[in-house]
């Protein structure tokens, strides 16, 4: 089983800054990419950004110039630092890990949620 968990969110002026993280943790062969994604209610869960092993790096086109995102030393962890940020920037952010994980039959590509965490844009 694998663990994802976020952290960083909260609430900021409109042109104001936020950084999100997300670690993985648990049975792993490898992580073969982590992303973050968003959500309003009502609406469905958006891409915001992704980043491969290679260093691939996909970026909505909403965020480009504003949004970076960055893997850590421990390449289980990813990072989305957040600048002039809007109100329309608001809503749940979700971490997204692409890991591979070791079974009895061989292994198996899978991918795994956290639990979200809330970034509001308001004055």
């Known amino acids: 089983q694998v663990h994802v968990e976020e952290s960083g969110g909260g609430l900021v002026q409109p042109g104001g800054s936020l950084r999100l993280s997300c670690a993985a943790s648990g049975s792993m062969s490898s992580v073969n990419a982590m992303g973050w994604y968003r959500q309003v209610p009502g609406k469905q869960r958006d891409m915001v950004a992704t980043i491969t092993n290679g260093g691939s790096i996909n970026y909505a086109d909403s965020v480009k110039g504003r949004f970076t995102i960055s893997r850590g030393n421990a390449k289980n962890t990813v990072y989305l630092q957040m600048n002039s940020l809007k109100p329309e920037d608001t809503a749940v952010y979700y971490c997204?890990?692409?890991?591979?994980?070791?079974?009895?039959?061989?292994?198996?590509?899978?991918?795994?949620w956290g639990q979200g965490t809330q970034v509001t844009v308001s004055s």
């Open positions: 997204n890990v692409d890991v591979t994980v070791a079974t009895t039959t061989g292994p198996r590509l899978d991918d795994f």
